[in-house]
């Protein structure tokens, strides 16, 4: 399913998608930017060896190395200690990205700069639920509820497209130049992103593009 065409900020228009970032959220719209000239995607499997530090002996039991060789147990300890060290998977991390994007006031400072990074804050952050009272031994108080932010779609080009993508990092860096206004002309937005869940290999919420979804980006 290729981006909604609707309620998009794109200050580059006249940009192919081959080399734009495209992201999109429920709740606040989509944003563009420009693909950087290098990404990186990353992911990795963790593995444990549990039963390392101990060894099973015939009339000894699961006991330390160490408390073997002090009792002078006759073991081959590197056949032994190969076998210990069997690592055991225990899953898969999600896969993640890091994205820095550029924008530059091109014919508006407002819409290609302030207007695309004040959408990239609201799709990283979370948002208010509403408020509760709860009573206290003393007083009655209320609290706030918070909403985390909503998983994403982005497409990194005709490359990547991750599905359930979260925003767990964001940084801005504005330039001190402003247009009449006030509005910085250029500022540089850098953007950590790791999908929901672990990344496997029949992931239905990743996709790399071995040309199966390019004719839908047009």
Request: avoid cysteine; aromatic fraction near 8%.
């Amino acid at each position: 399913m290729p981006l909604p065409q609707t309620d998009i900020l794109d200050p580059w228009p006249d940009v192919a998608n081959r080399h734009k970032v495209r992201i999109y959220s429920t709740a606040f719209g989509g944003v563009t930017g420009l693909l950087p000239e290098q990404f990186t995607q990353s992911f990795s499997n963790q593995f444990v060896a549990p039963f390392a530090t101990v060894l099973t002996s015939f009339n000894i039991g699961v006991i330390s190395a160490q408390e073997l060789l002090a009792k002078g147990g006759k073991v081959d300890f590197s056949a032994v200690f190969k076998e210990l060290t069997n690592q055991i998977w225990t899953g898969t991390s999600p896969l993640s990205t890091t994205l820095r994007l550029r924008y530059v006031a091109r014919k508006s400072a407002l819409d290609d700069v302030m207007r695309p990074v004040q959408r990239l804050i609201r799709m990283s952050a979370g948002t208010v639920a509403g408020s509760e009272g709860l009573e206290t031994a003393t007083r009655a108080v209320s609290v706030t509820l918070l909403k985390p932010p909503v998983p994403l779609l982005i497409e990194l080009g005709y490359v990547l497209r991750l599905k359930m993508a979260l925003i767990i990092s964001h940084s801005v860096v504005w330039t001190n130049i402003n247009d009449e206004n006030g509005i910085p002309v250029t500022a540089e937005v850098q953007l950590g992103i790791k999908t929901k869940r672990a990344f496997v290999v029949d992931d239905t919420e990743v996709e790399m593009n071995i040309g199966g979804f390019k004719k839908e980006l047009g």
